[in-house]
């Protein structure tokens, strides 16, 4: 072989087209002459040893520099390419009016209003609405662009720059699949994805139907599947919580898993479904997509995963966007072979069927030697033999960006500063669903620096998140912000404290962070350990087995929660005066009871149990050497007496509807009869029980009508609601764009043209939290 040419001896690519017999390539089946073909059309002769076979490529291709690059730049059919590009930008127009905001824009991005905000760098700022607006038209017609493949590299610019800045603008809003749709536009802009079934190709006929080099496709099956998003999650998932199914517990509740609990408890479900169907299917859903045999099966436990996700969790398109990489592991030239079962008439509009790609100066073509039988030809005169350094470059490129995602996931001894219980910066680590959390008490006290005053500050003022309770970076930039809002109502020098209580996988609650550090004043950075972040109370998950035994011996009514705490602090509560019959047992370390009220002390060892007064504060301080576990039992004496009642209406209801009801009924039960069908009916109830009672019931009956509801009317209720929440983006939008060019209107003006884009279909008022899924993590 020449230097600076590419010999074709093994002309494999990893996670590229590979041949789908195993026989003799020279000869045989129609099915093997048309792999040949394609193989040919592609600038190759497949034949070989059982690895190029399989894997698309033999080991002497990573011996050497030179044969790494003519590996990579091989050419490939740009038809899948094209199609994940269409699809991609499809899912990312519709993602940008929903998941990115754009429906809710006005409310994101108050204007003059005192909300705090949580970058990633504190300069980074919200521009004023309206341009935040144009913002947002930027990013979309972008998406279309991408879509359509109509000015590509300016669309994928417009954008991965925009997506990026509303990215780091708002840290409460990170995710896994939110920092993939970012990544996946960046490797898109690089990429020739312009090359099949878009605008540029009938405006540039070099474009049209040309090859594209091997590398556009490494990336992606390795960034989506292989294992950056699938392997490093399974691997995310080898952890205790995870593999003993505390994680994500909750889940086997769900409607979806009510064929696995014909079969199973609860608990097994939870366990070997959930927890380990997960688990499974995240390290070996790459390899199964990767390989010819199985693939079909890898096709369908993802697709079947997706489809599952999209119920259970509001994640947006992520799970859409999941279904259309996995034709991506697929040959090629999928689309062409598909296509080609259509209709004639139907050919002008759906993508190319023929005739084959044509090459590419993007490629490196080798020469064509079949080592089967020894034959040798020359290439075409418009092909290249030669590696040239824009060759190089993209090799270079590949090679230190897959390096980099490997290496991120697991860099957060640098980031140490984001470690609060979780693997750093939430959103490049993969760690998807590992983490459920539940928080049972946040208080935020301040201190005036100048008069020593102390008051209390409701939980998430001038903010509209809740993720900083979780986060020590966030609750720094809380906290500086507060300091900056309160001197306007008279609070000088502000000093900030959190009591935030956590429970991590269904352990005890405890503390997150320190009470008594004054926040402002705390040094934070995100190169060191977090001073003021307590540590996790790993040594008491054990307990976790006993609370299943505690909870299970107690009757419906009883609530109970567990508490766990640090030597030296104390839980100062409150009892509603709803709750009745509540206590404080211990379990492990040893308690001082104080009654405010009663001004009394009461010390608790091991298994002893302290009745609490309803109505009135107490504290709980820990006195033992090492952290004390205890638990609240009470009763909502409140909610169990309602319960009564709504239980006596009902049978009373019933007996007058089947008429062994004798007795002429009250005045302020007559609405159980009249008020019945007619919701108007319940204005005139004056028994507050009877109103809760009807209420109660219409809802109910509207639940049942919605879940009955038959296809037709399910869609007709979807294309409503999306027909409403598109014009009001598009009223807002235009009103954005014209105060951009004009100027603001009168405010009269403006305050209609505002309430009519705000317009919400009749029934949006009624929508139900029954028919939506659990919130991710």
Known sequence: MEAGTCDNAAAGAPFVEKSSGHGDSSGGSDEEKRTMQRAAAAGVVECGSRMKRLFGFEREDLSSWHRLVCLLNRPADPASLGIFRFLFGMVMAIDITQERGLSHLDYKYLDGAPVCRFPLLNFLQPLPLDYMYLVYVV????????????????????????????????????????????????????????????????????????????????????????????????????????????????????????????????????????????????????????????????????????????????????????????????????????FAHFPCFLRPVLPLTTPPPQPSTSCVYPEIRNTCTGAQENISACKTSKTRFKHKLATLFSILYLTEQFFLPYSHFITQGYNNWTNGLYGYSWDMMVHSRSHQHVKITYRDGKTGVVGYLNPGVFTQSRRWKDHGDMLKQYATCLSHHLPHYNISDPEIYFDIWVS???????????????????????????????????????????????????????????????????????????????????????????????????????????????????????????????????????EAALQRNFTKLFELQERVRNGTETEPLPPELQPLITGENDEGSEVSVTDPIVRLFLKR???????????????????????????YMYLGILHVITIAMRNLAVGLPPLDQLTREVAFANMKDPEANQDLKDEVGHDEL
């Not at 509303?166 to 898109?188: A, C, E, P, R």
């Not at 019931?697 to 027909?723: C, I």
């Open 139 to 338: 990013m979309f017609f972008g998406a279309i662009g991408i879509m359509l493949g109509c000015f590509y590299r300016l669309a994928c610019l417009m954008f991965i720059s925009t997506y990026w800045y509303v990215f780091f603008l708002d840290k409460t809003t990170w995710n896994n699949h939110s920092y993939l749709y970012g990544l996946i536009g960046f490797q898109l802009t690089i990429m020739d994805a312009n090359r099949y079934w878009s605008i540029d190709g009938l405006r540039s006929p070099k474009k049209r139907n040309a090859q594209v080099p091997l590398w556009n496709y490494t990336l992606l099956r390795s960034q989506v599947c292989i294992f950056i998003v699938y392997f490093i999650a399974g691997i995310k998932k080898l952890d205790a919580d995870w593999v003993e199914g505390y994680s994500m517990s909750y889940l086997a509740h769900h409607w979806l898993f009510d064929p696995f609990r014909m079969i199973l408890p609860n608990e097994m479900v939870s366990l070997l479904v959930v927890h380990g169907g997960g688990l499974c299917l995240d390290l070996s859903a790459g390899y199964l997509l990767f390989f010819d045999a199985t693939r079909p099966y890898g096709i369908f436990f993802v697709s079947y995963f997706h489809c599952m996700n999209s119920q259970l969790f509001n994640i947006g398109m992520f799970s859409y966007t999941m279904l259309a990489t996995s034709p991506l592991f697929c040959y090629p030239d999928w689309p062409r072979r598909f």
């Open 504 to 638: 991590i996988n269904e352990r005890f609650q405890q503390r997150i962070f320190d009470p008594r550090v004054d926040i402002v004043k705390a040094d934070w950075s995100p190169f060191r350990p977090n001073p003021w972040l307590m540590p996790l109370l790993v040594d008491l998950s054990p307990w976790r087995t006993k609370f299943q035994e505690i909870e299970g011996s107690l009757d419906n009514q009883t609530e109970i929660v567990f508490i766990a705490d640090f030597p030296g602090l104390h839980l100062e509560n409150y009892v509603s005066e709803d709750l009745g019959n509540t206590s404080v047992q211990v379990l492990q370390g040893q308690l001082n009871v104080e009654i405010v009220d009663e001004k009394k002390n009461y010390t608790l060892q091991p298994g002893e149990k302290k009745q609490l007064p309803a109505g009135a504060y107490h504290k709980v301080y820990t006195v033992s050497e090492g952290p004390s576990c205890y638990m609240y039992i009470y009763v909502n004496t409140t």
């Open 697 to 723: 019931q219409q809802r109910m009956k509207e639940v049942k009508k919605r879940r009955e509801a038959n296809v037709f009317e399910r869609l007709n209720r979807f294309a409503v609601k999306k027909y």
